[in-house]
């Protein structure tokens, strides 16, 4: 599998197209990970219609369940999961960076978190099906709606879920780190969550199947989610992942949003090939 250029910014990705060996491959773990997943929803819609009137917005036993798909996919997909430090017990958010959809599953099997994602997302096929499922959050950039969602965050976050951001606002070949945006960093400074709030960074770090290009992992520009997943199922030999959850910070210990966005970006930075 080959890209076009040396870089990702700017460039196209491009994918190969797998020969019959690879379609031989691709095709039963395709099969066997859509089993996974819909055995696995099926049990979550079960579980919610115990834990909603029981628990409300709390779910303190459906996110085990999306872990634990979450880790099967990562074998079915050929990625070992490598986790290095420990996921936060009090109340807060996890910002990572933001290398491809396979963050999903990543992230997901290393902690019990809920992702925050753009609003397009919903209405992709299959995506966002799943999204909403497990309980992702999803937002606009129109201003009229500001307020709502701020209302929506703290909602979360007090029910004691820890929303997981990408603060660089886009995918990437998995080789860079771009600049934190602290636009949501904000929902952490109102009534009063400053006090009771903690961010925990954490660096996801991708590597390649032997022989392959170092971006194999990777997703941006305008490549489809289908021809990258082919890639992945299609693959002959296993890669790894690897999530490094950082000590967490505390809000009130920053002046304001930027602060708090830089101090993150540099814990991310400080654990991946980047710097």
């Not at 660096?203 to 941006?220: C, E, L, Q, S």
């Given at each position: 599998?080959n890209?076009?250029?040396?870089?990702w910014?700017?460039?196209?990705?491009?994918?190969?197209?797998?020969?019959?060996?690879?379609?031989?491959r691709?095709v039963?773990?395709g099969?066997?990970?859509?089993?996974?997943?819909?055995?696995?929803?099926?049990?979550?819609g079960?579980?919610?219609?115990?834990?909603?009137p029981?628990?409300?917005?709390?779910?303190?036993?459906?996110?085990?369940?999306t872990?634990?798909?979450?880790?099967l996919?990562?074998?079915?997909?050929?990625?070992?999961?490598?986790?290095?430090g420990?996921?936060?017990?009090?109340?807060?958010?996890?910002?990572?960076?933001?290398?491809?959809?396979?963050?999903?599953f990543?992230l997901?099997?290393?902690?019990?978190?809920y992702?925050?994602?753009k609003?397009e997302?919903?209405?992709w096929?299959?995506?966002g099906?799943?999204?909403?499922?497990?309980?992702?959050?999803?937002?606009?950039?129109?201003?009229?709606?500001?307020?709502?969602?701020?209302?929506?965050?703290?909602d979360?976050?007090?029910?004691?879920?820890?929303?997981?951001?990408?603060?660089e606002g886009?995918?990437?070949?998995?080789?860079?780190?771009?600049?934190?945006k602290?636009t949501?960093?904000?929902?952490?400074?109102?009534?009063?969550?400053?006090h009771i709030?903690?961010?925990?960074?954490?660096?996801?770090?991708?590597?390649?199947?032997?022989?392959?290009?170092?971006?194999?992992?990777g997703?941006?520009?305008?490549?489809?989610?289908?021809?990258?997943?082919?890639?992945v199922?299609?693959?002959?030999?296993s890669g790894?992942?690897?999530?490094v959850?950082?000590p967490?910070l505390s809000?009130?210990?920053f002046?304001?949003?930027?602060?708090?966005?830089?101090?993150c970006?540099?814990?991310?930075?400080?654990?991946?090939?980047?710097?």
């Amino acid at each position: 599998m080959n890209t076009r250029m040396n870089t990702w910014l700017g460039a196209e990705q491009v994918i190969d197209p797998p020969g019959v060996g690879g379609w031989l491959r691709a095709v039963p773990r395709g099969l066997v990970l859509a089993a996974v997943i819909l055995g696995g929803l099926g049990l979550l819609g079960l579980l919610r219609l115990v834990e909603r009137p029981l628990f409300g917005l709390a779910r303190p036993v459906t996110p085990f369940v999306t872990q634990g798909v979450c880790r099967l996919a990562l074998l079915i997909l050929g990625l070992r999961l490598v986790v290095r430090g420990r996921a936060m017990t009090g109340q807060g958010a996890v910002v990572a960076n933001h290398a491809s959809w396979l963050d999903i599953f990543a992230l997901n099997a290393a902690d019990r978190v809920y992702f925050v994602s753009k609003a397009e997302v919903s209405g992709w096929a299959g995506i966002g099906w799943l999204a909403r499922a497990t309980g992702t959050v999803f937002i606009t950039r129109k201003s009229s709606e500001a307020r709502q969602q701020q209302a929506l965050f703290e909602d979360r976050l007090r029910a004691g879920h820890r929303l997981l951001f990408f603060p660089e606002g886009t995918s990437t070949d998995s080789r860079h780190i771009l600049p934190f945006k602290s636009t949501l960093f904000a929902a952490f400074f109102t009534h009063g969550m400053d006090h009771i709030m903690q961010i925990q960074p954490a660096t996801v770090i991708y590597h390649a199947p032997k022989g392959r290009d170092a971006r194999f992992y990777g997703w941006w520009g305008s490549t489809g989610i289908a021809p990258h997943l082919l890639a992945v199922l299609a693959e002959r030999h296993s890669g790894r992942v690897e999530v490094v959850l950082h000590p967490p910070l505390s809000v009130d210990g920053f002046s304001g949003r930027k602060a708090l966005a830089e101090a993150c970006e540099a814990a991310v930075r400080s654990a991946h090939p980047a710097g």
